[in-house]
């Protein structure tokens, strides 16, 4: 599946980012221009996400497949690969899959373990608003606080509507919402083809997020025994978006070593 993408800076080791759940390569762009100064930056969009093909196949193998398929189109060597949440399971797939084709990996608020469904109500809230009648962004945020109480996850997650003028420029959504609805337990699902990956791999979690647990770390010890867990104070699992600034530089101390 040909990924659409969004690249700044033309040297350096190609760095890959894909967004987690909901999200989309536009989330990534003032950090990726930041890491573009040094490298080629390529950011994402996932299938059934932004910009790229929609499709009702759902699950991590697909995805890392996706990965692979982007790497030997654009002939990138080595590169590093960043993920978050789902993006970070998906790149977690894909050096498993692949062990020999990266350099090295961070992967962002998201351990290698099963997850409970949790995005249900989200799920709800978004099937439930009629796109046909929608008048505005503002009538949607207030149609998702029944279901989402936290404006800046209502605010995330409408980054989503855009005005489709392949339907008479009515509001769409840029996110598959009946696959992802149907396929959403997968999301949580562990990985398959378990087995130790070497190569050096940053975890990064928030303090306040509770994604990354303290037990976790045997289970990403066994898998990428090359690995550093940084927690950053303050920052939720939107770990890049609550401290841009710390995340930057804990990321390119670890891209220079």
């Known amino acids: 599946m040909k990924l659409f993408y ?5 040297t350096g080791t190609p760095i890959i980012i894909l967004h987690g759940l909901f ?3 536009d989330n990534w762009l003032t950090i990726g221009k930041v890491f573009g100064e040094t490298h080629r930056v390529y950011m994402l969009d996932q299938r059934n996400h932004g910009q790229s093909p929609r499709s009702d196949v759902f699950h991590y193998q697909a995805m890392a497949e996706d990965l692979k398929e982007f790497i030997d189109e654009h002939h990138l060597e080595n ?7 789902m993006g970070g399971k998906t790149v977690m797939q894909f050096a498993m899959n692949y062990p020999d084709a990266f350099s090295k990996m961070i992967v962002v608020d998201i351990a290698p373990k099963f997850y409970p469904v949790h995005h249900s109500m989200i799920l709800q809230g978004l099937a439930s608003i009629d796109l046909f009648t929608l008048k505005s962004r503002t009538e949607a945020n207030e149609l998702m606080k029944r279901f989402e109480e936290s404006e800046g996850v209502r605010q995330f997650l409408l980054k989503n509507l855009w005005r489709n003028p392949e ?7 840029r996110i ?3 696959v992802i609805s149907k396929n959403i337990d997968i999301v949580g699902h562990e990985l398959s083809n378990e087995q130790p990956v070497n ?20 289970k990403i010890w066994e898998l990428f025994p090359n690995y550093e867990l940084v927690t950053i104070g303050g920052a939720g699992h939107w770990v890049q978006a609550d401290k841009p600034n710390e995340f930057i530089e804990i990321v390119q101390r670890f891209t220079v070593n």
């Open 176 to 178: 598959n919402v009946p």
């Open 23 to 25: 999200g989309s390569c």
């Open 167 to 173: 339907k008479n420029n009515e509001f769409d959504w």
């Open 199 to 218: 190569q050096p791999v940053l975890f990064i979690k928030g303090s306040e997020s509770h994604y990354i647990q303290d037990e976790d770390e045997r």
């Open 6 to 10: 969004r690249q700044v800076g033309e």
């Open 79 to 85: 590169p590093i690969l960043i993920g978050h949440s």
